[in-house]
């Protein structure tokens, strides 16, 4: 733990340093700006803007690298917010994913000739082959972005029946698969087993976390960069959380929020657990949960059983999830999957919140045991995780440190404009060779 004068010590550092961020990130951004004027980038996508948080994050970046000077063009089956052309969607059971492959890098390979793309980035498992051999075929550099393990698992999660951890697929490790045993034995032989080859001639793979690129590193696969999603920071940071206080008449509690799918894998069951030891011993707390999934109904009769304080928000809509961070005191992130990233603890941090977080996975490169939150194994049955949320819940000075350096820590590091300074440098280096 970090002492008193140590923490305000950095706090007035950081303050200075973050009065001329901006400028900074902007000058560094014009500057990589000459290295990389007139390039045109492709970036290749299966799903729509909105489907999920690769989607999310490709869209903020198609539009941020368009504000910093760099043309980027997508191909995808939906809408995002910069120039767009649309392939057909894939029936995998009526075509092979050699046949889609096929189709895809004749679709991507007239939008390069045709737009003089300078460089293809795919963005995701459904179109990673087919950028790769359009890029070949045009003799033009291609990236690779990972934001899960879908190289490793048909499933992408590297998780098992029961939870168990999986270091990659196999056969024997089918039979123990917690999803559709014959579709991912399908994807396995057909996809999976296929896909290192291609790898290799990327010629640079981009991973949003250590977690990824370790796992990338199973494989053989060099030649990675670790670059995280990004955050707009101001969005959470600046939210207003009074119509949500208001909404739930929770205006006098101390909200504790879990975000996310209601699924195993998450941790909610870890969470409401927890929430049911304490619940009792605070009569000033309310457990927030924000999210939906296959166990809301189990969750929601759990609570009332047990007589918790728990609120569920079901799904929100995405322009209102700052406010529900800003609501928050304390924001719990209990995942027992390595998660491949770890964009909650983030918006949490934005927001100025601590975070008590799984040890696990990516969450491991953005919580800092100890001063932006802390890091537990949620599977233990030590109490640690009951200890630390009790530890926070009682010291509102603690809460309120660790929310500041928190902040801090994701303006330096996981801000929209350090991520793009960050991938422009990228775009640099591979086309000129560096």
Same mark, same amino acid.
């Given at each position: 733990?970090?002492?008193t004068?140590?923490?305000?010590?950095?706090?007035?550092?950081?303050?200075?340093?973050?009065? $001329?961020?901006?400028?900074?990130?902007?000058?560094?951004?014009?500057?990589?700006?000459v290295?990389?004027?007139?390039?045109?980038?492709?970036?290749?996508?299966?799903?729509?803007?909105?489907?999920?948080?690769?989607?999310?994050?490709?869209?903020?970046?198609?539009?941020?690298?368009?504000?910093?000077?760099?043309?980027?063009?997508?191909?995808?089956?939906?809408?995002?917010?910069? @120039?767009?052309?649309?392939f057909?969607?894939?029936?995998?059971?009526?075509?092979?994913?050699?046949?889609?492959?096929?189709?895809?890098?004749?679709?991507?390979?007239?939008?390069?000739? $045709?737009?003089?793309?300078?460089?293809?980035?795919?963005?995701?498992? +459904?179109?990673?082959?087919?950028?790769?051999?359009a890029?070949?075929?045009?003799?033009?550099?291609?990236?690779?972005?990972f934001?899960?393990?879908?190289?490793?698992?048909?499933?992408?999660?590297?998780?098992?029946?029961? $939870?168990r951890?999986?270091?990659?697929?196999?056969?024997?490790?089918?039979?123990?698969?917690?999803?559709?045993?014959?579709?991912?034995?399908? @994807?396995?032989?057909?996809?999976?087993?296929?896909?290192?080859?291609?790898?290799?001639?990327?010629?640079?793979?981009?991973?949003?976390?250590? =977690?990824?690129?370790?796992?990338?590193?199973?494989?053989?696969?060099?030649?990675?960069?670790?670059?995280?999603?990004?955050?707009?920071?101001?969005?959470?940071?600046? =939210?207003?959380?009074?119509?949500?206080?208001?909404k739930?008449?929770?205006?006098?509690?101390?909200?504790?929020?879990?975000?996310?799918s209601?699924?195993?894998?998450?941790g909610?069951?870890?969470?409401?657990?927890?929430?049911?030891?304490?619940?009792?011993?605070?009569?000033?707390?309310?457990?927030?949960?924000?999210?939906?999934?296959?166990?809301?109904?189990?969750?929601?009769?759990?609570?009332?059983?047990?007589?918790?304080? =728990?609120?569920?928000?079901?799904?929100?809509?995405?322009?209102?999830?700052?406010?529900?961070?800003?609501?928050?005191?304390?924001v719990v992130?209990?995942?027992i999957?390595?998660e491949?990233?770890?964009?909650?603890?983030?918006?949490a941090?934005?927001?100025?919140?601590?975070?008590? =977080?799984s040890?696990?996975?990516?969450?491991k490169?953005?919580?800092?045991?100890?001063?932006?939150?802390?890091?537990?194994?949620?599977?233990?049955?030590?109490?640690?995780?009951?200890?630390?949320?009790?530890?926070?819940?009682?010291? $509102?000075?603690?809460?309120?440190?660790?929310?500041?350096?928190? +902040?801090?820590?994701?303006?330096? @590091?996981?801000?929209?404009?350090?991520?793009?300074?960050?991938?422009?440098?990228?775009?640099?280096?591979?086309?000129?060779?560096?």
């Amino acid at each position: 733990m970090i002492g008193t004068n140590e923490y305000y010590e950095m706090l007035e550092k950081n303050r200075q340093l973050d009065i $001329s961020r901006e400028s900074d990130a902007l000058k560094n951004i014009k500057q990589i700006r000459v290295e990389v004027e007139g390039m045109k980038v492709l970036f290749t996508i299966y799903n729509q803007k909105d489907t999920g948080g690769s989607e999310i994050s490709t869209n903020i970046l198609a539009k941020e690298l368009k504000k910093a000077g760099i043309e980027v063009i997508i191909a995808s089956t939906g809408d995002y917010e910069v @120039k767009t052309y649309k392939f057909l969607k894939f029936n995998p059971w009526m075509q092979p994913f050699t046949a889609q492959e096929t189709y895809l890098s004749r679709f991507l390979n007239n939008i390069i000739k $045709s737009e003089n793309i300078d460089l293809v980035h795919a963005q995701d498992r +459904l179109t990673t082959i087919g950028a790769i051999k359009a890029a070949k075929e045009n003799n033009i550099p291609v990236i690779v972005h990972f934001r899960d393990y879908w190289f490793l698992c048909p499933e992408s999660t590297l998780i098992m029946k029961n $939870s168990r951890s999986c270091n990659g697929c196999s056969f024997r490790n089918l039979l123990s698969c917690g999803g559709n045993i014959p579709w991912n034995a399908y @994807k396995y032989l057909t996809l999976l087993k296929r896909v290192s080859n291609y790898l290799r001639f990327a010629n640079l793979k981009i991973a949003v976390s250590s =977690a990824v690129k370790e796992a990338l590193h199973r494989m053989g696969i060099e030649d990675i960069k670790i670059l995280p999603n990004p955050v707009n920071i101001k969005t959470f940071e600046e =939210a207003d959380c009074a119509t949500i206080r208001d909404k739930y008449g929770i205006a006098d509690k101390l909200v504790i929020s879990f975000f996310g799918s209601l699924d195993y894998h998450k941790g909610i069951i870890q969470f409401i657990d927890v929430a049911k030891e304490i619940n009792n011993e605070f009569n000033n707390i309310i457990f927030m949960i924000v999210g939906d999934g296959k166990l809301m109904r189990y969750c929601v009769n759990y609570t009332r059983k047990s007589k918790i304080n =728990a609120i569920f928000t079901g799904k929100v809509q995405s322009k209102d999830i700052p406010k529900y961070y800003k609501a928050s005191e304390i924001v719990v992130f209990p995942s027992i999957w390595k998660e491949p990233f770890g964009r909650v603890a983030i918006e949490a941090m934005a927001a100025g919140k601590p975070v008590i =977080a799984s040890n696990r996975g990516g969450i491991k490169d953005i919580v800092i045991d100890g001063k932006t939150g802390f890091l537990v194994d949620p599977l233990k049955t030590n109490g640690e995780f009951k200890e630390k949320l009790i530890a926070l819940i009682e010291d $509102s000075k603690l809460r309120n440190k660790m929310g500041r350096y928190g +902040l801090c820590v994701a303006k330096k @590091k996981f801000s929209t404009e350090i991520v793009i300074k960050n991938l422009m440098e990228i775009y640099d280096e591979v086309q000129n060779g560096r």
